[in-house]
Protein backbone atom coordinates (compact mmCIF):
# COMPACT_ATOMS: atom_id res chain seq x y z
CA UNK A 1 0.00 0.00 0.00
CA UNK A 2 1.41 3.54 -1.04
CA UNK A 3 -0.42 5.57 2.46
CA UNK A 4 -0.72 4.85 5.38
CA UNK A 5 -4.13 4.69 6.03
CA UNK A 6 -4.74 6.50 9.37
CA UNK A 7 -1.39 8.97 9.00
CA UNK A 8 -1.53 9.92 5.03
CA UNK A 9 2.22 8.77 5.25
CA UNK A 10 4.02 8.20 1.77
CA UNK A 11 5.58 5.08 1.08
CA UNK A 12 9.71 5.84 1.19
CA UNK A 13 9.71 5.87 -1.96
CA UNK A 14 7.67 8.28 -3.00
CA UNK A 15 9.42 10.60 -0.39
CA UNK A 16 12.69 10.37 -2.35
CA UNK A 17 11.05 11.32 -5.38
CA UNK A 18 9.43 14.25 -3.73
CA UNK A 19 12.73 15.25 -2.63
CA UNK A 20 14.67 14.84 -5.98
CA UNK A 21 11.89 16.59 -7.95
CA UNK A 22 12.39 19.39 -5.27
CA UNK A 23 15.76 19.80 -5.81
CA UNK A 24 15.31 20.16 -9.43
CA UNK A 25 13.26 23.19 -8.85
CA UNK A 26 10.01 21.67 -9.77
CA UNK A 27 6.31 22.23 -8.39
CA UNK A 28 6.10 19.34 -6.00
CA UNK A 29 2.41 18.99 -4.55
CA UNK A 30 1.44 19.87 -0.62
CA UNK A 31 0.68 16.45 1.36
CA UNK A 32 -2.70 17.20 2.03
CA UNK A 33 -3.85 16.87 -1.96
CA UNK A 34 -2.09 13.24 -1.90
CA UNK A 35 -5.19 10.91 -1.21
CA UNK A 36 -4.19 7.71 1.11
CA UNK A 37 -6.19 4.65 0.50
CA UNK A 38 -9.22 4.92 2.35
CA UNK A 39 -9.95 8.38 0.61
CA UNK A 40 -9.44 6.86 -2.55
CA UNK A 41 -11.97 4.47 -1.42
CA UNK A 42 -14.38 6.59 -0.75
CA UNK A 43 -14.33 8.86 -3.83
CA UNK A 44 -14.24 5.63 -6.13
CA UNK A 45 -18.07 4.84 -4.30
CA UNK A 46 -18.68 8.75 -5.05
CA UNK A 47 -17.83 8.50 -8.70
CA UNK A 48 -19.32 5.54 -9.12
CA UNK A 49 -23.20 6.93 -8.39
CA UNK A 50 -21.71 9.90 -9.92
CA UNK A 51 -21.30 8.09 -13.59
CA UNK A 52 -24.81 6.32 -12.96
CA UNK A 53 -26.39 9.42 -13.24
CA UNK A 54 -24.65 10.41 -16.27
CA UNK A 55 -25.91 7.00 -17.68
CA UNK A 56 -29.22 7.75 -16.10
CA UNK A 57 -29.14 11.35 -17.98
CA UNK A 58 -28.35 9.81 -21.34
CA UNK A 59 -30.98 7.26 -21.35
CA UNK A 60 -33.65 9.97 -20.70
CA UNK A 61 -32.35 12.82 -22.26
CA UNK A 62 -34.74 13.85 -25.80
CA UNK A 63 -36.05 16.29 -27.71
CA UNK A 64 -38.57 18.27 -26.58
CA UNK A 65 -37.84 17.84 -22.60
CA UNK A 66 -36.94 20.82 -20.75
CA UNK A 67 -33.50 21.29 -18.64
CA UNK A 68 -35.69 21.25 -15.52
CA UNK A 69 -36.95 17.63 -16.55
CA UNK A 70 -32.60 16.77 -16.49
CA UNK A 71 -32.43 18.30 -13.18
CA UNK A 72 -35.40 16.35 -11.62
CA UNK A 73 -33.55 12.94 -13.31
CA UNK A 74 -30.24 13.54 -12.03
CA UNK A 75 -32.07 14.88 -8.13
CA UNK A 76 -34.12 11.99 -7.63
CA UNK A 77 -31.36 9.29 -8.85
CA UNK A 78 -28.73 10.99 -6.63
CA UNK A 79 -30.50 11.30 -3.31
CA UNK A 80 -31.99 7.60 -4.29
CA UNK A 81 -28.32 6.36 -3.91
CA UNK A 82 -27.92 7.75 -0.53
CA UNK A 83 -26.05 11.33 -2.27
CA UNK A 84 -26.38 14.33 -2.72
CA UNK A 85 -25.76 16.82 -5.74
CA UNK A 86 -23.29 18.75 -4.98
CA UNK A 87 -24.08 21.76 -7.58
CA UNK A 88 -27.22 22.19 -4.88
CA UNK A 89 -26.98 25.67 -3.34
CA UNK A 90 -23.01 25.34 -3.79
CA UNK A 91 -21.94 29.09 -3.40
CA UNK A 92 -25.42 30.19 -4.61
CA UNK A 93 -26.28 27.81 -7.69
CA UNK A 94 -30.07 26.67 -7.56
CA UNK A 95 -29.93 23.88 -8.98
CA UNK A 96 -28.58 19.93 -8.91
CA UNK A 97 -26.61 20.17 -12.09
CA UNK A 98 -25.26 22.04 -14.99
CA UNK A 99 -27.16 22.26 -18.50
CA UNK A 100 -25.54 24.47 -21.31
CA UNK A 101 -26.67 24.47 -24.60
CA UNK A 102 -24.91 25.48 -27.75
CA UNK A 103 -22.91 28.37 -27.45
CA UNK A 104 -23.57 28.28 -23.78
CA UNK A 105 -19.74 27.21 -22.34
CA UNK A 106 -20.54 26.06 -18.81
CA UNK A 107 -22.46 26.61 -15.67
CA UNK A 108 -26.07 26.57 -17.18
CA UNK A 109 -28.59 26.59 -15.27
CA UNK A 110 -31.65 24.51 -15.92
CA UNK A 111 -35.06 25.96 -16.44
CA UNK A 112 -38.21 24.51 -17.00
CA UNK A 113 -38.35 27.61 -20.36
CA UNK A 114 -35.31 25.64 -21.69
CA UNK A 115 -36.46 23.08 -24.46
CA UNK A 116 -33.89 20.84 -26.16
CA UNK A 117 -34.57 21.63 -29.93
CA UNK A 118 -33.64 19.34 -32.66
CA UNK A 119 -30.02 20.64 -33.82
CA UNK A 120 -28.80 21.12 -30.41
CA UNK A 121 -25.60 20.06 -28.53
CA UNK A 122 -26.12 20.35 -25.10
CA UNK A 123 -23.46 19.34 -21.97
CA UNK A 124 -24.36 17.67 -18.75
CA UNK A 125 -22.02 18.47 -16.22
CA UNK A 126 -23.01 15.91 -12.27
CA UNK A 127 -21.26 16.21 -9.32
CA UNK A 128 -21.78 13.93 -6.59
CA UNK A 129 -21.11 14.00 -2.40
CA UNK A 130 -21.14 10.39 -1.32
CA UNK A 131 -20.11 9.87 2.26
CA UNK A 132 -18.77 13.36 2.49
CA UNK A 133 -16.42 12.30 -0.78
CA UNK A 134 -17.03 14.39 -4.00
CA UNK A 135 -17.04 13.30 -7.72
CA UNK A 136 -17.06 15.47 -10.97
CA UNK A 137 -17.99 14.39 -14.63
CA UNK A 138 -19.68 15.89 -17.86
CA UNK A 139 -20.64 14.40 -21.01
CA UNK A 140 -21.77 15.87 -24.54
CA UNK A 141 -25.58 14.82 -25.94
CA UNK A 142 -26.63 15.44 -29.49
CA UNK A 143 -30.23 16.46 -29.57
CA UNK A 144 -31.43 14.85 -33.23
CA UNK A 145 -30.35 15.74 -36.42
CA UNK A 146 -26.89 17.72 -35.09
CA UNK A 147 -25.11 19.63 -37.90
CA UNK A 148 -21.80 18.20 -39.09
CA UNK A 149 -19.94 21.35 -38.10
CA UNK A 150 -21.23 21.02 -34.77
CA UNK A 151 -20.78 17.05 -34.69
CA UNK A 152 -17.45 17.30 -35.57
CA UNK A 153 -16.97 20.17 -32.47
CA UNK A 154 -18.14 17.68 -29.71
CA UNK A 155 -16.06 14.77 -31.57
CA UNK A 156 -12.67 17.18 -31.59
CA UNK A 157 -13.41 17.98 -27.82
CA UNK A 158 -14.18 14.41 -26.96
CA UNK A 159 -10.58 14.10 -28.49
CA UNK A 160 -8.85 16.67 -26.50
CA UNK A 161 -9.93 15.03 -23.05
CA UNK A 162 -8.82 11.38 -24.13
CA UNK A 163 -5.25 13.21 -25.33
CA UNK A 164 -5.12 14.63 -22.14
CA UNK A 165 -5.64 11.53 -20.38
CA UNK A 166 -3.44 10.09 -22.43
CA UNK A 167 -0.40 12.56 -21.26
CA UNK A 168 -1.34 12.11 -17.57
CA UNK A 169 1.01 9.99 -16.15
CA UNK A 170 2.75 9.64 -12.72
CA UNK A 171 6.02 11.90 -12.36
CA UNK A 172 4.59 13.97 -15.09
CA UNK A 173 3.34 17.23 -15.05
CA UNK A 174 0.30 19.11 -15.47
CA UNK A 175 1.59 20.94 -18.10
CA UNK A 176 1.61 18.11 -20.31
CA UNK A 177 -1.67 17.89 -19.91
CA UNK A 178 -2.86 21.39 -21.15
CA UNK A 179 0.26 21.32 -23.80
CA UNK A 180 -1.49 18.51 -25.61
CA UNK A 181 -5.17 19.23 -25.54
CA UNK A 182 -4.46 23.17 -26.76
CA UNK A 183 -2.66 21.54 -29.95
CA UNK A 184 -5.26 19.24 -30.94
CA UNK A 185 -8.21 21.70 -30.91
CA UNK A 186 -6.08 24.70 -32.64
CA UNK A 187 -4.75 22.08 -35.13
CA UNK A 188 -8.70 21.36 -35.68
CA UNK A 189 -9.20 25.15 -35.71
CA UNK A 190 -10.70 25.88 -32.69
CA UNK A 191 -9.44 27.82 -29.14
CA UNK A 192 -9.54 26.71 -25.75
CA UNK A 193 -11.19 28.58 -23.12
CA UNK A 194 -8.88 29.51 -20.65
CA UNK A 195 -10.48 31.24 -17.23
CA UNK A 196 -11.62 27.84 -16.30
CA UNK A 197 -10.31 24.56 -15.79
CA UNK A 198 -9.90 20.98 -13.88
CA UNK A 199 -9.08 20.84 -10.63
CA UNK A 200 -8.54 18.96 -7.68
CA UNK A 201 -11.82 16.70 -6.05
CA UNK A 202 -12.73 14.69 -3.52
CA UNK A 203 -12.35 15.83 0.02
CA UNK A 204 -14.03 19.19 -1.31
CA UNK A 205 -15.53 20.00 -4.62
CA UNK A 206 -13.00 22.36 -5.86
CA UNK A 207 -9.44 21.62 -4.57
CA UNK A 208 -5.63 22.79 -6.14
CA UNK A 209 -4.58 22.49 -8.50
CA UNK A 210 -5.70 23.90 -11.61
CA UNK A 211 -5.41 21.83 -14.14
CA UNK A 212 -5.25 24.15 -17.53
CA UNK A 213 -6.22 23.19 -20.73
CA UNK A 214 -3.18 25.02 -22.15
CA UNK A 215 0.49 25.22 -21.26
CA UNK A 216 3.85 23.68 -22.51
CA UNK A 217 4.98 19.96 -21.78
CA UNK A 218 7.41 19.55 -18.85
CA UNK A 219 6.03 22.60 -16.54
CA UNK A 220 3.41 23.19 -13.79
CA UNK A 221 2.83 20.80 -10.92
CA UNK A 222 4.50 17.61 -10.79
CA UNK A 223 1.89 14.47 -10.73
CA UNK A 224 1.93 12.04 -7.93
CA UNK A 225 0.42 8.93 -6.98
CA UNK A 226 -2.75 9.87 -4.66
CA UNK A 227 -3.68 13.03 -6.57
CA UNK A 228 -7.05 13.16 -8.03
CA UNK A 229 -8.30 16.02 -10.16
CA UNK A 230 -10.73 16.22 -13.14
CA UNK A 231 -9.76 16.94 -16.58
CA UNK A 232 -12.42 19.20 -18.78
CA UNK A 233 -11.85 21.01 -21.44
CA UNK A 234 -13.72 24.03 -22.81
CA UNK A 235 -12.96 24.50 -26.57
CA UNK A 236 -15.19 26.95 -29.00
CA UNK A 237 -16.02 26.20 -32.45
CA UNK A 238 -14.98 30.19 -32.50
CA UNK A 239 -12.74 32.71 -30.45
CA UNK A 240 -11.96 31.64 -27.28
CA UNK A 241 -13.86 35.15 -25.38
CA UNK A 242 -16.27 34.70 -23.14
CA UNK A 243 -18.76 36.65 -20.74
CA UNK A 244 -21.06 35.59 -17.48
CA UNK A 245 -24.83 36.53 -18.05
CA UNK A 246 -25.73 39.25 -16.36
CA UNK A 247 -29.05 37.83 -15.64
CA UNK A 248 -27.90 34.96 -13.64
CA UNK A 249 -24.78 35.51 -12.75
CA UNK A 250 -23.71 32.46 -13.43
CA UNK A 251 -24.14 30.70 -17.31
CA UNK A 252 -20.87 31.20 -19.18
CA UNK A 253 -21.37 31.84 -22.92
CA UNK A 254 -19.25 32.14 -26.07
CA UNK A 255 -18.40 36.27 -27.08
CA UNK A 256 -19.43 35.34 -30.33
CA UNK A 257 -22.28 33.27 -29.90
CA UNK A 258 -20.33 30.02 -31.45
CA UNK A 259 -20.90 26.83 -30.18
CA UNK A 260 -18.92 25.11 -27.40
CA UNK A 261 -18.32 21.98 -25.94
CA UNK A 262 -17.34 20.19 -22.86
CA UNK A 263 -16.02 16.76 -21.84
CA UNK A 264 -14.98 15.99 -18.43
CA UNK A 265 -13.49 12.54 -16.40
CA UNK A 266 -11.70 12.50 -12.90
CA UNK A 267 -8.64 10.79 -13.21
CA UNK A 268 -6.98 8.87 -9.99
CA UNK A 269 -2.49 8.80 -10.35
CA UNK A 270 -1.26 5.74 -9.77
CA UNK A 271 1.99 4.12 -8.65
CA UNK A 272 1.63 2.61 -12.73
CA UNK A 273 -0.26 5.00 -14.84
CA UNK A 274 -3.99 6.41 -13.86
CA UNK A 275 -7.59 5.12 -13.14
CA UNK A 276 -10.52 7.19 -14.42
CA UNK A 277 -13.04 7.38 -11.73
CA UNK A 278 -15.73 8.75 -13.59
CA UNK A 279 -17.01 8.94 -17.33
Not at 47 to 64: F, S, Y
Not at 143 to 157: D, F, H, M, P, Y
Amino acid sequence: MLFNKNEQKLSPEIEEKLKYYRRQGHVVPPRKIIKNAEQIEGIRESAKINTAVLDHVAAHIREGMSTEDINTLVYDFTVAHGAIPAPLNYEGFPKSVCTSINEEVCHGIPSKDVILRDGDIINVDVSTIYNGYFSDASRMFMIGNVSEAKQRLVQVTKECLERGIEATKPWGFLGDIGAVIQAHAENNGYTVVREFCGHGVGLKFHEIPEVEHVGRKGTGMLLVPGMIFTIEPMINMGKADIFIDEENDWTVITEDEQPSAQWENTVLITETGIEILTW
